[in-house]
């Protein structure tokens, strides 16, 4: 099961939009809606931001928004802020195939 | 409160085994699969697999299929992750996070461990 494709490093003003992409095969991403986006800063746990490929955790901004075409999912960003900066992981569920769960191969957001 | 307790940080010498501890409090241990997630030192997220709480039964990634156990003690509410065979490039910090009930995704993680294999 080879990791999902994500570009690695997205940068963008405070106050602008940024969009991450996600890109699996259909196998995964583009078989199950069942794509989850995490945040993670420096040193701490990762945290879930969007599961099922648009939905939000209670407590979770909604500049977070995520969408999914084909074997792409995205998650954007909107509002831009400091505390975005961070590492972002997409997930998808495989059942079926080698392994239940894949994850992307991780995309730095940078905050001008 | 909610929340996965990891074991400390281990040192193993190559090809030795390791044992990761995760204990749950604040919620129903049984109600919810427990995935071990694991990221190398300045890598991305790997997903190694998930237990059962409430049946035991188990499901790894290919990738580590023969060299993984997970095992859970519903007693104390823990799971445990154990890989033997232990590599230079199994240094890692290992996570567990919980499977959302009725989502697939991971709503609740750990600190999680920091492995070092060295000799």
């Known amino acids: 099961q080879s990791a999902l494709t994500q570009p690695a490093s997205v940068s963008g003003s405070p106050g602008q939009s940024i969009t991450i992409s996600c890109t699996g095969t259909t196998t995964d991403v583009g078989r199950h809606n069942s794509v989850s986006w995490y945040q993670q800063h420096p040193r701490e746990a990762p945290k879930l931001m969007i599961f099922d490929v648009t939905e939000r955790p209670s407590g979770v901004s909604n500049r977070f928004s995520g969408s999914k075409s084909g074997n792409t999912a995205s998650l954007t960003i909107s509002g831009l802020q400091a505390e975005d900066e961070a590492d972002y992981y997409c997930?998808?569920?495989?059942?079926?195939?080698?392994?239940?769960?894949?994850f992307g191969t991780g995309t730095k957001v940078t905050v001008l | 409160q909610v929340q996965l307790v990891h074991s400390g940080a281990e040192v193993k010498m190559p090809g030795a085994s390791v044992r990761v501890s995760c204990k749950a409090s604040?919620?129903?241990?049984?109600?919810?699969?427990l995935h071990w997630v694991r990221q190398a030192p300045g890598q991305g997220l790997e997903w190694m697999g998930w237990v059962n709480p409430n049946s035991g039964a188990t499901l790894f990634a290919q990738k580590f299929q023969g060299r993984v156990t997970m095992t859970r003690d519903t007693s104390i509410n823990t799971a445990y992750m154990e890989l033997s065979g232990l590599r230079s490039d199994d240094t890692a910090v290992y996570y567990c996070a919980r499977e959302s009930s009725g989502y697939r995704n991971f709503d609740l993680w750990g600190r999680g461990t920091l492995v070092s294999v060295s000799s």
């Open positions: 604040g919620y129903t241990f049984k109600a919810h699969f």
């Open positions: 997930c998808s569920f495989a059942g079926g195939s080698s392994d239940d769960y894949v």
